[in-house]
C-alpha cells in the first residue's frame, strides 16, 4: 500500500468529505476520489461507500485508517528520532486551546517557548465542545480541551491524552449577595436564583446538567454566553449567578465574591490531546513540557492571589 494513498485515506476520515479532504491536501476533489480508488483496489475490498450525495468509510475503511494511523505514526517516530540528532527541538508546532484555556495559560506558555531557540508555536482559539476534539488534531499538533469530570474520557484508540489540571468550580456571586458571606455554598440555597450559564454541549453547563441530575435542583437559566469575561459582568450587575472555574475567576476588583459548593464535585479536566505517537516529536514534547509548567506556576499564583486554600474534594 503506498503511503501517500493511507495520508489521503486519513484525511478523509478526520474531515468527514472528499471535498475537505481536497482542501486540507491542496488537491482537488477528483484526485482524492481517485486515490481513495486506487487504494480500494490495492487491498481488494470496498473503503468507502455512498451516503446521500457523499461517501463514508465501510467497517473496512475504518479499520483500514486505524493501521494507518499505527503506519503514519511510525513514519512520525523515525523523524523525530533523526530530530533528536539535534542540539534542541525545532519547528512550528500548531496548538487549539479554548478561550478560557488560553487566557490562563498562553502568556505563561508563549514566554517559555520563546526561550527555546528554533521552536515555534502556531496558536488558535478555539470555542470548543468534546466532539469537536478529535477532528481539530486535522489541523492542529495538541488541542488543549476540556471536560466535566464526571463526563467520558476522550476515545483513546487515535488519540493520546495528557492530562493537565483538574479545575473546580465554584459559584460567582455578586459581592453584596447575602450568601457571599458563607464560606461555602450548597446548591439547596441557590434554587431560587437566576443563572447565567455557557451554550449547551460545553463543559461547564454539562457540569450544571450532572448537578442537577444528581441532586435534583434544576437550575433556572437566563443566560447562556460563552466569555466568562461578559459572564463576571453580569454577575457583577445583578443579573444572576454562575458556575465559573477557579483559576480563570477575576476577583481581584471586589466586585465578585467566589465560593465553592459544599457536598458535591464540581470540576473540569484540562487536558491536552494529540494524535497516537505525536509526543514523540522533540518539539511537540517540549510545549507539553512548556504546558505542565505554565500549569504548574498558574495554579500556584492563582492560589496565592486569594490568600486563603479554598475548600473542596481534590
Known amino acids: 500500500m503506498d503511503i501517500g494513498r493511507l495520508r489521503v485515506l486519513r484525511e478523509f476520515a478526520d474531515r468527514g468529505t472528499v471535498t475537505a479532504a481536497a482542501r486540507a491536501l491542496h488537491c482537488t476533489p477528483s484526485a482524492v476520489s481517485q486515490q481513495l480508488r486506487v487504494l480500494q483496489r490495492e487491498v481488494g475490498l470496498p473503503l468507502t461507500e455512498p451516503a446521500g450525495r457523499g461517501l463514508r468509510l465501510t467497517d473496512a475503511g475504518r479499520a483500514l485508517?486505524?493501521?494507518?494511523?499505527?503506519?503514519?505514526?511510525?513514519?512520525?517516530?523515525?523523524?523525530?528520532?533523526?530530530?533528536?540528532?539535534?542540539?534542541?527541538?525545532?519547528?512550528?508546532?500548531?496548538?487549539?486551546?479554548?478561550?478560557?484555556?488560553?487566557?490562563l495559560l498562553l502568556p505563561g506558555l508563549l514566554r517559555r517557548v520563546g526561550e527555546l531557540p528554533g521552536l515555534d508555536v502556531e496558536v488558535r482559539d478555539v470555542d470548543m465542545t468534546p466532539p469537536d476534539v478529535p477532528g481539530l488534531l486535522a489541523d492542529f499538533d495538541i488541542v488543549v480541551a476540556h471536560r466535566d469530570e464526571h463526563a467520558e474520557p476522550f476515545p483513546s484508540g487515535r488519540l493520546d491524552v495528557v492530562h493537565l489540571l483538574r479545575e473546580p468550580l465554584d459559584i460567582a456571586l455578586p459581592a453584596g449577595h447575602p450568601l457571599a458571606s458563607c464560606g461555602s455554598v450548597g446548591l439547596a440555597e441557590l434554587a431560587r436564583e437566576s443563572w447565567i450559564s455557557v451554550d449547551v454541549g460545553f463543559p461547564v453547563d454539562d457540569v450544571?446538567?450532572?448537578l442537577a441530575i444528581r441532586t435534583g435542583i434544576r437550575p433556572r437559566i437566563v443566560q447562556r454566553i460563552n466569555d466568562f469575561r461578559i459572564t463576571e459582568a453580569l454577575v457583577a450587575a445583578g443579573y444572576g449567578i454562575a458556575l465559573m472555574p477557579r483559576y480563570t475567576f477575576d476577583v481581584t476588583g471586589g466586585r465578585l465574591a467566589r465560593r465553592p459548593l459544599s457536598g458535591i464535585r464540581a470540576a473540569r479536566h484540562v487536558e491536552a490531546v494529540l494524535r497516537t505517537g505525536a509526543s514523540a516529536r522533540p518539539?511537540?514534547?517540549?510545549?507539553?513540557?512548556?504546558?505542565?509548567?505554565?500549569?504548574?506556576?498558574?495554579?500556584?499564583q492563582h492560589g496565592s492571589l486569594t490568600g486563603q486554600r479554598m475548600p473542596d474534594e481534590q
Not at 499505527?70 to 486551546?97: F, I, Q
Not at 518539539?283 to 500556584?300: I, K, P, R, W
Open 65 to 103: 485508517v486505524v493501521h494507518a494511523d499505527e503506519v503514519l505514526a511510525a513514519l512520525d517516530r523515525a523523524e523525530a528520532e533523526l530530530e533528536t540528532y539535534r542540539s534542541a527541538p525545532r519547528g512550528l508546532v500548531r496548538l487549539a486551546v479554548f478561550p478560557s484555556a488560553a487566557l
Open 283 to 300: 518539539a511537540v514534547a517540549a510545549v507539553l513540557s512548556c504546558l505542565h509548567d505554565t500549569v504548574s506556576e498558574e495554579t500556584q
Open 208 to 210: 450544571l446538567r450532572s
